[in-house]
Antibody, heavy 121, light 110 residues
Framework: EVQLLESGGGLVQPGGSLRLSCAASGFTFSLYAMSWVRQAPGKGLEWVSTISSSGGTTYYADSVKGRFTISRDNSKNTLYVQVNSLRAEDTAVYYC??????????????WGQGTLVTVSS | QSVLTQPPSASGTPGQRVTISCSGSSSNIGSKTVNWYQQLPGAAPKLLIYDDTQRPSGVPDRFSGSKSGTSASLAIRGLQSEDEADYYCAAWDGSLNGWVFGGGTKLTVL
């Protein structure tokens, strides 16, 4: 059974940083692209970033480019995103998702339960 | 403003058929496959339709997807109360080099 468990969310001041993690199990992690998708309170889904299976290729939404860095450790079956220079509009539940496919992925096959990031002073 | 356009709401009575539209452009729906996600209240999204028309195992055949040109649709026949949820379309956008979502459609079963 595929499981994706996010952690690392919390309350952070504007301009602050966090590192979110997603521990994956139930599949061969190193074969699949992985993504982060977020959802602001009461709003729709917004894609944040995707990383290829090897970690060699990354993609970012314009809204986070230069501030967020996605990475993965295939030896630990874990996906990360370093979120810097946080703004109030980054407040959201951050979901980890397993893609189908190795590069950018064809779709988001499985989703974690999410971790809440709140940016407020 | 979402790149893909969905109606904000839809509704139907039990047993009815409802459709949800998703409109895009040549850089996304017009050239890439469309996926649909269901988000039940308080839950994480779940894959409902992939590659325009395919259902993952476990998804009832009451749900179906279609695509024509730069638009896609999700149809739900035999509407049930447990179908009350938010539905999102998504596709890769070749111009933006990233994934784009529709704004979501809240389905109410009357």
């Amino acid at each position: 059974e595929v499981q994706l468990l996010e952690s690392g969310g919390g309350l952070v001041q504007p301009g602050g940083s966090l590192r979110l993690s997603c521990a994956a199990s139930g599949f061969t992690f190193s074969l699949y692209a992985m993504s982060w998708v977020r959802q602001a309170p009461g709003k729709g889904l917004e894609w944040v970033s995707t990383i290829s299976s090897s970690g060699g290729t990354t993609y970012y939404a314009d809204s986070v480019k230069g501030r967020f860095t996605i990475s993965r450790d295939n030896s630990k079956n874990t996906l990360y995103v370093q979120v810097n220079s946080l703004r109030a509009e980054d407040t959201a539940v951050y979901y980890c998702a397993k893609n189908v496919g190795a590069k950018r992925g064809e779709y988001f096959q499985y989703w974690g339960q999410g971790t809440l990031v709140t940016v407020s002073s | 403003q979402s790149v893909l356009t969905q109606p904000p709401s839809a509704s139907g009575t039990p047993g009815q058929r409802v459709t949800i539209s998703c409109s895009g452009s040549s850089s996304n729906i017009g050239s890439k496959t469309v996926n649909w996600y269901q988000q039940l209240p308080g839950a994480a999204p779940k894959l409902l339709i992939y590659d325009d028309t395919q259902r993952p195992s476990g998804v009832p055949d009451r749900f179906s997807g279609s695509k024509s040109g730069t638009s896609a649709s999700l149809a739900i026949r035999g509407l049930q109360s447990e179908d009350e949820a938010d539905y999102y379309c998504a596709a890769w956008d070749g111009s933006l080099n990233g994934w784009v979502f529709g704004g979501g459609t809240k389905l109410t079963v009357l």
